[in-house]
């Protein structure tokens, strides 16, 4: 499966702030996402990251607070905009590989913190 | 009604025993399924796909029951490194979104 890699993998940030975090895959994958896992519950989806286009968002989750970009098939940004303390969570992307399997494969998380 | 229900466990089992948990998921249309392993603080990793006629992976062995919307996953002669929590991960008729269960929370012990 693809090599994939998030930067930073922890932050603690002031409220109000915002924080990018980079997703990085070490080949071309068809399809980009942004999920989100608050402490102690499952995953969340937030949206699709969409090649040269703007991102799908999921019910709940709006640009203006979760701009996304992904320029190319390798890499992908999320930013978590004007942040308060219930931003506080893991932050992770994963990707599909092809268009013949639904599997997807998991970021190593950033874990945020937000005081 | 949660797209996708677990029982959240925790199943605390000895090294050596067979323990197995269900999910529970409502949207008929659902086309694929899977259980993914997470560990504390770690992202999930992909345990098996479960195919409609069940499958077996080593000493894991999942099963779907489409009538009844629910899949199983048994792990047979438990290892310490089995303790983890399993998330149940079911998607829609040709949709790449993937809905996740809370987890089954599994610990195992010597």
């Known amino acids: 499966s693809a090599v994939i890699s998030q930067k930073p993998s922890r932050d603690i940030c002031q409220r109000g702030t915002s924080l990018t975090i980079q997703c990085q895959v070490d080949?071309?994958?068809?399809?980009m996402f942004w999920y989100r896992q608050q402490p102690g519950q499952s995953l969340t989806l937030i949206a699709t990251a969409n090649q040269g286009s703007e991102a799908t968002y999921e019910s709940g989750f709006v640009i203006d607070k979760f701009p996304i970009s992904r320029p190319n098939l390798t890499f992908s940004t999320l930013t978590v905009s004007n942040m308060s303390p219930e931003d506080s969570s893991i932050y992770l992307c994963?990707?599909?590989?092809?268009?013949?399997?639904?599997?997807?494969?998991f970021g190593p998380g950033t874990r945020l913190t937000v005081t | 009604r949660k797209e996708v229900e677990q029982d959240p466990g925790p199943f605390n089992v000895p090294e050596g025993a067979t323990v197995a948990f269900n999910c529970t998921y409502s949207n008929s249309a659902s086309q694929s399924f899977f259980w993914y392993r997470q560990d504390c603080r770690k992202e999930p990793k992909l345990l098996m796909s479960v195919y409609s006629s069940g499958n077996e992976d080593g000493r894991f062995t999942a099963q779907l029951n489409r009538a009844s919307q629910y899949i199983s996953l048994l792990i047979r002669d438990s290892k310490l490194s089995d303790s983890a929590t399993y998330l149940c991960v079911v998607n829609g008729r040709n949709d790449y979104k993937l809905s996740f269960g809370a987890g089954t929370t599994v610990t195992v012990r010597a």
């Open positions: 994963s990707v599909l590989q092809s268009g013949n399997s639904y599997e997807q494969y």
């Open positions: 080949s071309q994958v068809t399809m």
